[in-house]
């Protein structure tokens, strides 16, 4: 399946219907009035937030929403019925905006949530409402007003607790394969990682989060470098980064630099990026000189007064260390931005047990 997560559409409700002009002809009843029936109302674009979809492929296909018009109104004061809505899901996550003003239209992150982006017309009424005592035959009744219509832009955020981010062939995808049941692919080449993949993590039978592998990051990505920035916005909603580091030495670069570099880039998309929490790991211990390179690396961090975790993906040493911090920090994260404090404080005060 395509991974699609940025689309443009058209919505348009539907109008509504007519009025009718129309008098009682009935035996026995020869000045029997107008009795022209309303217009139904047009019907409503509305859009669902579904947790069983995780792409806007779909859209790609349908990139315009209209919405049925209401039914003319008719004699023997019929009313028309009302249009058709048009309900089209969406993932949870999911940002709509207008393509026109950029203005934020609806945020739906939980499933069931609805949004009614495209309202259609009121439907006429007919000239049976126009009698009046000195005008008992109104020969007009109301059109039916045209539909809302818009342009918007449907963009994805998916919905992960915890991002993994770092450069290209870290290991972040062997990580996620090692910790939870997700099946991103693994090579040894750069940009395995097309797509972002979620995982489920399981720490114990009280905590379990979601992680978030994104696609590798270079310097120069906030300008299109590599694959550019175009996944950074899937880490906005998590809480927690766990930035990975190659200390495997096999690399020829800097773990350090490429920790700044990194940080550079997420504060040069989006400065709140470099804000979130952080949880530095270096990978790869496992391989010939590994150790020698952590601990070069730890020793530079911890003058930042950075931790710096040592963990092998490939033969999952260390791991679950990791995780059960990660798992704590989230979940401490989470309970007390309940309470109002910031993430800097919780780091700062340690793990709330």
């Not at 009025?19 to 109302?41: A, H, I, M, N, T």
């Not at 809302?148 to 915890?162: K, M, T």
Request: glycine residues 14%; proline residues 5%.
């Amino acid at each position: 399946m395509k991974f699609v997560d940025e689309v443009e559409i058209y919505v348009r409700g539907g109008d509504g219907g007519r009025g009718c002009v129309s008098f009682c002809r009935e035996k026995y009843r020869p000045k029997g009035g107008p009795d022209g029936g309303d217009g139904g109302d047009g019907g409503d674009v509305v859009l669902v937030a579904d947790a069983g979809m995780s792409t806007l492929l779909d859209f790609r296909f349908q990139p315009e929403l209209r919405a049925k018009r209401g039914e003319h109104g008719r004699g023997k004061q019929q009313y028309g019925k009302k249009g058709e809505d048009v309900v089209a899901r969406v993932p949870c996550g999911t940002l709509v905006f207008d393509a026109d003003t950029g203005a934020l239209v609806a945020d739906l992150q939980r499933h069931g949530e609805r949004v009614v982006v495209a309202r259609g017309g009121r439907g006429g009424k007919g000239n049976m409402h126009f009698a009046t005592p000195t005008n008992q035959a109104p020969r007009y009744a109301q059109p039916g007003t045209p539909g809302e219509e818009r342009r918007l832009r449907l963009e994805l955020q998916l919905l992960a607790d915890v991002g993994i981010v770092g450069f290209p062939n870290v290991g972040k995808s062997s990580l996620l394969r090692r910790v939870s049941a997700a099946r991103p692919r693994v090579a040894d080449y750069p940009f395995t990682t097309l797509v972002p993949c979620l995982g489920v993590v399981r720490v114990d039978d009280d905590l379990s989060f979601v992680l978030a592998d994104l696609p590798g990051l270079i310097e120069g990505a906030h300008e299109g470098h590599g694959l550019g920035d175009r996944f950074l916005r899937h880490v906005a909603r998590t809480k927690l980064l766990l930035h990975l580091l190659d200390t495997g030495g096999c690399s020829g670069r800097d773990p350090v630099e490429d920790f700044d570099k990194i940080n550079r880039e997420l504060a040069a998309f989006d400065p709140r990026l470099a804000e979130k929490p952080q949880i530095v790991a270096g990978n790869k211990v496992d391989l010939t000189g590994g150790r020698a390179c952590f601990e070069e690396a730890r020793k530079k961090l911890a003058e930042r007064g950075i931790e710096l975790y040592a963990i092998s993906a490939a033969t999952g040493a260390g791991v679950e260390t990791l995780m059960k911090v990660v798992g704590q920090k989230w979940r401490a994260l989470s309970d007390q931005e309940r309470r109002g404090r910031s993430a800097e404080e919780i780091l700062r005060d340690g793990v709330v047990a």
